[in-house]
């Protein structure tokens, strides 16, 4: 399932809780896009070759243990 964000019309603008939930979408997409980079730099990618089922935990792991030294 793929949350998205809203946008305002022409004619009408975006009540507040619309723009507190694009808010909210956006810290959660820039937390991950940071996590991303981060691993992205450390060139771990690049050398990865495992089954797809095996590289996702793996990454979920470095996704938290990366999350923890950013939040230091």
């Known amino acids: 399932m793929v949350i998205t964000?809203?946008?305002a019309a022409r004619t009408k603008p975006l009540i507040p809780?619309?723009?507190q939930v694009n808010?909210?979408?956006a810290?959660?997409?820039a937390?991950?896009?940071h996590a991303f980079a981060h691993l992205k730099n450390w060139r771990i990618l690049t050398k990865l070759r495992l089954h797809v089922?095996?590289?996702t935990t793996l990454l979920r792991a470095l996704?938290?243990?990366t999350n923890i030294e950013i939040a230091r």
């Open 17 to 19: 809780a619309r723009k």
């Open 63 to 65: 996704l938290a243990l």
């Open 53 to 55: 089922r095996h590289a």
């Open 31 to 33: 937390a991950c896009e």
């Open 5 to 7: 964000g809203s946008k």
């Open 23 to 25: 808010k909210l979408i």
């Open 27 to 29: 810290s959660v997409r």
